[in-house]
């Protein structure tokens, strides 16, 4: 009889020890493949979780971007580009600036290489009586469409221009004067249709008149002159206006700049805060897939080993208790001579 004999016997005959030795073997090796499997499953699920999180984010962010963006647009131009003559005293005492600057300063900026501005609009304003209109006083502003940068992209103009002809005319005037959009009126002698009423802004644009630029010079007798350059802060400055002021500078040294700080700061902390809470997302999210998968694997460190040991300690105490209850049969084999246990 050899061993192999001997250990088909033996499991024959101890159908049931053999049984739970396996079921602790199965029990080992399904703890392990279990493991195994549902780690790599958690791997390719948080991957996929996180690149749909990551596409949901962005275009929540993305959104939001646009929200802010239009919001701050509403908030105007944070950036106003004066004579270096102007007193500043006067002008935030009147609202308007008196000092004139020749219009080819608009073109000597936009086509320079300054990347802190966009959305560059020339203004000429002038605080009048309406003839027509029993002198009532308002400010008549001349705008034209804003003037390209060189280096800046076709953007949609915080200022849509007036077309000849038309005028735009603020709430608080329109109410004084009965006039509303459509109206064919004159001022100063010149024929104008009003082709719209604004809103009520709460400023000195309540009283305002908006024309075209070359009729408004011609009106006021002011041909190729301005008295403001109106712009908007680039975010890529990251709200340093001493740099802004600085290279306007050095661009139009004749000229002096001035900033409308609360707008140009909430602006610049909308547009960061924004970009921060889609980073901060997206790097939350995939630290806590992370540490949820670190969790998973630290559990299955100690789970796997755990029933390893466990199985190995019920195989053990089988094979000792078999080894116990035979101790007289395993005696007699022993002293048994060799030639007679083959």
Same mark, same amino acid.
């Given at each position: 009889?050899?061993? &192999?004999?001997?250990?088909?016997?033996?499991?024959?005959?101890?159908?049931?020890?053999?049984?739970?030795? %396996?079921?602790?073997?199965?029990?080992?090796?399904?703890?392990?493949?279990?493991?195994?499997?549902?780690?790599?499953?958690?791997?390719?699920?948080?991957?996929?979780?996180?690149? $749909?999180?990551?596409?949901?984010?962005?275009?929540?962010?993305?959104?939001?971007?646009?929200?802010?963006?239009?919001?701050? /647009?509403?908030?105007?131009?944070?950036?106003?580009?004066?004579?270096?003559?102007?007193?500043?005293?006067?002008?935030?005492?009147?609202?308007?600036?008196?000092?004139?600057?020749?219009?080819?300063?608009?073109?000597?900026?936009?086509?320079?290489?300054?990347? *802190?501005?966009? +959305?560059?609009?020339?203004?000429?304003?002038?605080?009048?009586?309406?003839?027509?209109?029993?002198?009532?006083?308002?400010?008549?502003?001349?705008?034209?469409?804003? %003037? #390209?940068?060189?280096?800046?992209?076709? /953007? =949609? #103009?915080?200022?849509?221009?007036?077309?000849?002809? /038309?005028?735009?005319?603020?709430?608080?005037?329109?109410?004084?004067?009965? @006039?509303?959009?459509?109206?064919? %009126?004159?001022?100063?002698?010149? #024929?104008?249709?009003?082709?719209?009423?604004?809103?009520?802004?709460?400023? *000195?644009?309540?009283?305002?008149?908006?024309?075209?630029?070359?009729?408004?010079?011609?009106?006021?007798?002011?041909?190729?002159?301005?008295?403001?350059?109106?712009?908007?802060?680039?975010?890529?400055?990251?709200?340093?206006?001493?740099?802004?002021?600085?290279?306007?500078?050095?661009?139009? #040294?004749?000229?002096?700049?001035?900033?409308?700080?609360? =707008?140009?700061?909430?602006?610049?902390?909308?547009?960061?805060? %924004?970009?921060?809470?889609? $980073?901060? *997302?997206?790097?939350?999210?995939?630290?806590? +897939?992370?540490?949820?998968?670190?969790?998973?694997?630290?559990?299955?460190? &100690?789970?796997?080993?755990?029933? @390893?040991?466990?199985? *190995?300690?019920? @195989?053990?105490?089988?094979?000792?208790?078999?080894?116990?209850?035979?101790?007289?049969?395993?005696?007699?084999?022993?002293?048994?001579?060799?030639?007679?246990? $083959?």
């Amino acid at each position: 009889m050899n061993v &192999w004999r001997l250990v088909f016997r033996e499991i024959a005959y101890r159908k049931g020890d053999f049984l739970l030795g %396996v079921i602790a073997v199965l029990v080992a090796v399904g703890c392990l493949t279990g493991v195994m499997t549902l780690l790599r499953a958690h791997g390719a699920r948080v991957a996929e979780l996180n690149a $749909q999180k990551q596409q949901e984010t962005a275009a929540m962010m993305a959104l939001a971007q646009d929200d802010y963006r239009k919001m701050m /647009k509403t908030m105007g131009y944070n950036v106003v580009i004066l004579s270096s003559d102007e007193d500043l005293s006067e002008f935030w005492t009147n609202g308007f600036a008196k000092k004139l600057m020749p219009e080819d300063l608009v073109s000597r900026l936009c086509n320079s290489e300054i990347a *802190t501005i966009q +959305h560059v609009l020339p203004q000429l304003y002038e605080k009048i009586a309406w003839p027509e209109r029993d002198n009532c006083p308002v400010i008549l502003i001349g705008v034209r469409g804003e %003037v #390209p940068h060189k280096h800046s992209n076709l /953007k =949609e #103009p915080m200022l849509d221009p007036v077309e000849q002809g /038309k005028l735009r005319v603020g709430y608080a005037l329109a109410r004084k004067l009965g @006039i509303k959009a459509g109206d064919a %009126v004159t001022l100063r002698g010149a #024929p104008f249709t009003v082709s719209e009423v604004h809103e009520e802004r709460g400023n *000195t644009d309540d009283v305002s008149v908006w024309m075209h630029m070359a009729q408004a010079q011609e009106l006021l007798k002011k041909p190729g002159q301005i008295n403001a350059i109106l712009a908007l802060s680039c975010l890529c400055a990251k709200g340093d206006l001493e740099l802004i002021t600085k290279q306007i500078g050095a661009i139009l #040294p004749e000229t002096q700049v001035i900033h409308r700080i609360p =707008e140009a700061l909430i602006r610049l902390d909308a547009r960061f805060r %924004v970009a921060t809470l889609s $980073q901060e *997302t997206i790097e939350k999210e995939t630290e806590y +897939h992370s540490r949820l998968g670190k969790e998973r694997e630290a559990f299955a460190s &100690w789970l796997v080993p755990l029933a @390893i040991v466990a199985a *190995t300690v019920w @195989i053990g105490l089988l094979a000792w208790g078999n080894v116990r209850e035979r101790r007289g049969e395993i005696g007699i084999l022993r002293a048994l001579p060799r030639k007679a246990c $083959q």
